[in-house]
Nanobody, 126 residues
Framework: QVQLVESGGGSVQPGGSLRLSCVASGFTLDSYTLGWFRQAPGKEREGVSCMGTADASTFYVGSVKGRFTISRDNAKNTVYLQMNSLKPEDTAVYYC???????????????????WGQGTPVTVSS
């Protein structure tokens, strides 16, 4: 069974940090472009970050550049999102995603992505 399972979400004060993890099962991540998306209440899903395969090139949406870092550990079949200097506007449910096609993942809202996780909530509030 092809599956992505996220963990690491929670509640944090502004300026705090969280590290999201996403473990794949039923397939190996090394041939997939990986992405993190988020959806806040009442808002459209947004692509946050992605990482390609061959050269591990990365993409970040402007609002998280310099604060979030995506990484992957192919040996552990896991992708991470390190989130620093969190802001209240980062509050959302965060989803990891995987697809063989980089152009389906990066810079999109994920409508054609092949594999999704179940989501993990992140709340940034004082």
């Amino acid at each position: 069974q092809v599956q992505l399972v996220e963990s690491g979400g929670g509640s944090v004060q502004p300026g705090g940090s969280l590290r999201l993890s996403c473990v794949a099962s039923g397939f190996t991540l090394d041939s997939y472009t990986l992405g993190w998306f988020r959806q806040a209440p009442g808002k459209e899903r947004e692509g946050v970050s992605c990482m390609g395969t061959a050269d591990a090139s990365t993409f970040y949406v402007g609002s998280v550049k310099g604060r979030f870092t995506i990484s992957r550990d192919n040996a552990k079949n896991t992708v991470y999102l390190q989130m620093n200097s969190l802001k209240p506007e980062d509050t959302a449910v965060y989803y990891c995603a995987a697809d063989p096609n980089m152009f389906v993942v990066c810079g999109t809202t994920g409508g054609r992505v092949e594999v999704w996780g179940q989501g993990t909530p992140v709340t940034v509030s004082s």
